[in-house]
């Protein structure tokens, strides 16, 4: 005859294995959104006076570099002036971090070009942050 098992009996197994598969799951699943997160650092090169990609796709909290490998000073200028690199000298670079806060946005702020040559025209794309680059000079 089987034991009359009263649900008191097995519900303390029952929750040891529900808390430990929590557990397991929290180690596994927990870290890879964390991972999807992570800041990217976006390189843009200048060259020729192309920004090169001239379209990148970055989020709030990523880090956007511009490297000018041409013989004049370049600049990333917004083109509604709400951030701008400052003066690139020839072989040098600037790193902006568009803050974890910034809303996102196709405002003229997802466009940039160079203040010596505006034919040379860049932007955000795709999630198209509108990047507000205070101070944020590495
Ligand atoms: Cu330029």
Redesign the pocket.
Known sequence: MAANRQPADYLPARRNWLGGTLSVAGWLVLPLPLKGLAATTHEIV?SS?VFAPQQISARAGDRVTWRNDDI????ATATDHSWDTGIIEPGQQITLEIPAGAGAGAGAGATYY????PS?KGGFAEHRYKPVFSAGLF
């Open positions: 200048i006076l004049v000073p370049h600049t160079c203040l010596y040559h040379m």
